[in-house]
């Protein structure tokens, strides 16, 4: 046989070899199992597709900024949150056993919408509801859900939307009532009448919802400084009726359209920024329906709607320095409508909608360290009406109280209490547990204090390769700031004082309060170091997993100020593609080559043998 066709051969076998070996790796479960942890697809093949579309977005794609280790205010409650319809609950007593089986379920926070056309019904502070007979209270409805709820221990964001008729001159023209009322006066006294009330028992307020798309603007076309004005209005007069409340921004709806009606949400936001709306809000909204990929999915681009697109409004936070404030994750999930309904938001059945949340959370976990609570769409409706649609089957309870595999896998994961992960976090992190003689030191700044004295043990659990635990040094009794010769007395703690007042100081490493530290099991007696105006414990070059921390103050006082988790930059999702691509390179560099082989061996065989001497 000739060369070239020995050559042809071979190649005409690699060739069928590559496609065979493609075809049976694509049936191998855990081929599979990889493609949709990176592209979101269970379709083999759309997941093969899926990744040459992440290959070139790797390639060419957005590089957000992220700024992980940023101070976050806001993300250390509990991460589990339900959006609820309470307010549609004919019978009280349903408000309660919902609430029950958030907190059952280890959920903590219920997104509820108190909507202005409900409160101020008939006219301008008219808080009586006269539609059905004799005038009741319009605030009985949701003096009870703010009631049960702090007595279920179940956390509200509030939104505020939905104006009444007579915020309009013409409602008519006003379409839904979606849109922001003529008057914006009108919606800031709503807004204060609603925070003043619940002060004390509400803190998180949303302001409005979806302004970039129809008809949550209204029948005009949307306007982000429209927007920016009335969250300015209504941020100011929130503030002015409560101390310590926490705006939310409306959270935009993820498109791709380019304005008009509906704006695309990154072009939206960018709007924003430029109308000046930083000082008007401290939590960033966004959404995050993964619709028809899983929350696996890594591809990250303008033109996708998907779960990883609140990415692309970090990036645009960081880039006008607005790294320190969070993003909460105000609507998420995935549908399971029937096959006899149409499914504009995706299809996937409800043991791999279970599967999915839990994946999605876990995710925000291990990844996104600028995200606080994330919030399902949704727990319940009261009545089956909008089981004729396919949005009713985000549903995670029935409305006769049957629970869905994904309230049964959400309150599997949400009580239990997880490991701390990459990032900076306050000493009221949900996670940490403390035990003996603790006291709250509340400051100005993105996260408050926490003060033991001695026998005060601090537990939690972390995943990464080291931590960084910082303590601010306290202040004098007469108010001064510490030094090594006032420590070494363990003065009483001034109770005007504030970490504020230390600002400046360079600590003296005597003044260190003694702690007794065990970490995976190995014990020592230390005392933090000084760091320009703190102490700092450290421990770095850890073996990556997760670790036991305890800490007990043996001596002095330690003023807890922060934990920060260290850990690498997660390894490319194509990594195990690459490693694969380049034993597959090599594995064809040795077949090439051997018909070169074979070509050399042929000639010694054939050439003449070289005489000799005698």
């Known amino acids: 046989m000739r060369a070239s066709s020995r050559a042809l051969l071979i190649l005409a076998l690699l060739t069928a070899l590559l496609l065979g070996g493609g075809g049976l790796a694509l049936r191998q479960a855990g081929v599979r199992d990889w493609l949709a942890s990176v592209t979101g697809e269970e379709d083999a093949w759309e997941g093969l597709k899926g990744l040459g579309a992440l290959i070139q977005l790797s390639i060419s794609g957005p590089r957000p900024e992220l700024a992980p280790d940023a101070v976050t205010a806001h993300v250390d409650e509990n ?116 925070v003043g009330r619940y002060c004390g028992r509400v803190r998180y307020y949303q302001i409005w919802n979806e ?119 105000s609507e998420f999930g995935w549908d399971s409508p029937p096959g006899g309904l149409d499914a504009p938001y995706g299809r996937v059945d409800e043991r791999r909608r279970a599967e999915y949340t839990r994946q999605a959370y876990q995710r925000i976990a291990a990844e996104w360290p600028w995200i606080g609570t994330s919030f399902l769409w949704f727990f319940r409706r009261p009545s089956y009406e ?42 009221g992190h949900f996670a940490l547990g403390y035990t003996g003689p603790w006291r709250d030191n509340p400051r100005e700044g993105p996260l408050e204090q926490r003060i033991g004295t001695e026998t005060a043990e601090l537990q939690l659990a972390f995943v990464g390769n080291g931590f960084e635990l910082a303590l601010l040094p306290p202040p004098a009794p007469q108010g001064g700031l510490a030094t090594a010769a006032d420590s070494e007395a363990a003065p009483a703690i001034d109770s005007a004082a504030t970490p504020a007042d230390a600002e400046g100081l360079q600590p003296q490493g005597s003044a260190a309060p003694e702690l007794f530290l065990v970490l995976d099991g190995a014990y020592e007696t230390v005392r933090p170091e000084a760091r320009g105006d703190r102490y700092v414990l450290s421990r ?25 988790i260290l850990a690498d930059d997660p390894a490319s999702p194509l990594l195990p593609f690459w490693r694969a691509l380049a034993g597959l390179a090599l594995a064809l560099l040795l077949l090439a080559a051997l018909p070169i082989a074979w070509r050399l061996r042929a000639r010694r065989s054939r050439s003449p043998a070289t005489p000799t001497e005698p």
Not at 232 to 254: E, G, N, T, Y
Not at 267 to 284: K, M, P, T, V
Request: net charge negative.
């Open 79 to 194: 991460p589990y949150g339900v959006n609820t319809f309470l307010q549609l609950e004919p019978d009280p007593e349903n408000v309660r056993r919902s609430l029950a089986m958030m907190r059952d379920a280890g959920i903590g926070w219920a997104r509820q919408q108190f909507p202005w056309e409900d409160i101020e019904i008939h006219a301008r502070g008219d808080f009586e509801d006269r539609r059905n007979g004799p005038g009741i209270s319009a605030w009985d409805k949701y003096d009870r859900i703010v009631t049960l709820a702090w007595d279920h221990q179940v956390q509200l964001l509030v939104r505020l939307d939905d104006p009444p008729a007579w915020a309009y001159a013409d409602p008519e023209a006003a379409g839904a009532q979606k849109g922001p009322p003529d008057d914006l006066d009108a919606y800031g006294d709503f807004v204060a009448a609603v």
């Open 540 to 564: 770095a070059g850890l073996d990556a997993g997760e670790h036991v921390l305890i800490l007990r103050v043996d001596a002095g006082e330690a003023w807890l100020d922060e934990i920060r």
């Open 386 to 427: 909008w089981h004729t649609r396919p949005e009713g089957y985000f549903r995670i309870v029935e409305p006769d109280w049957r629970t869905t595999p994904t309230y049964t896998e959400l309150a599997g994961l949400a009580v239990q209490v997880p490991p701390l992960r990459r990032g900076r976090h306050g000493p």
């Open 211 to 329: 302004p970039n798309i129809y008809p949550e603007w209204g029948e005009a076309d949307v306007d982000p400084a429209g927007y920016a004005a009335l969250l300015k209005l209504a941020a100011a007069r929130a503030r002015a009726a409560c101390d310590d409340v926490v705006i939310v921004s409306a959270a935009l709806a993820p498109t791709t359209e380019p304005g008009g009606r509906n704006m695309h949400d990154l072009r939206y936001l960018e709007a924003l920024y430029a109308a000046g709306w930083q000082d008007d809000f401290d939590i960033l909204a966004a959404q995050a329906f993964g619709l028809w990929t899983g929350p696996g999915d890594q591809r990250l681009s303008e033109d996708r709607t998907n779960f990883v697109r609140p990415l692309l409004l970090r990036d645009i936070m960081v880039r006008n320095d607005d790294a320190r404030k969070p993003v909460w994750i």
